[in-house]
């Protein structure tokens, strides 16, 4: 990952934690995807999309979150759970930490 993705992420887990978050993993990887962020809160689990575009870009940092891209993502959940069955019984939620520029949204539940 390069230092830009990363410092992008950092902010997202310092926002999260500030909203009462535990970040329990961080660019979770397997051979199904990758996960940026993997949070907890009220007994839901976060699976998080961490998404950053330049001021003026053509598409905003959430619609590059494509379908085969969403995939990706649960697959890697799937096997996150898998290998940590505590959270087997959580909520699952995805979500997008979306950086335009210097505007963020944290769109939770924005795909199934």
Do not use: P
Request: aromatic letters at 16%; glycine letters at 6%; proline letters at 0%.
């Amino acid at each position: 990952m390069n230092n830009s993705g990363k410092k992008w992420e950092e902010q997202g887990s310092k926002f999260l934690e500030n909203q009462g978050f535990k970040i329990i993993d961080k660019n979770f990887t397997c051979r199904m995807g990758e996960i940026d962020i993997i949070a907890v809160k009220d007994e839901v689990i976060h699976f998080i999309e961490v998404k950053f575009r330049k001021k003026g870009s053509i598409s905003n940092a959430a619609e590059s979150v494509t379908v085969s891209k969403q995939k990706r993502i649960k697959s890697a959940a799937g096997f996150f759970l898998i290998k940590n069955q505590k959270y087997m019984d959580f909520y699952q939620q995805f979500d997008v930490f979306a950086i335009d520029g210097d505007r963020f949204d944290y769109i939770e539940n924005c795909f199934y």
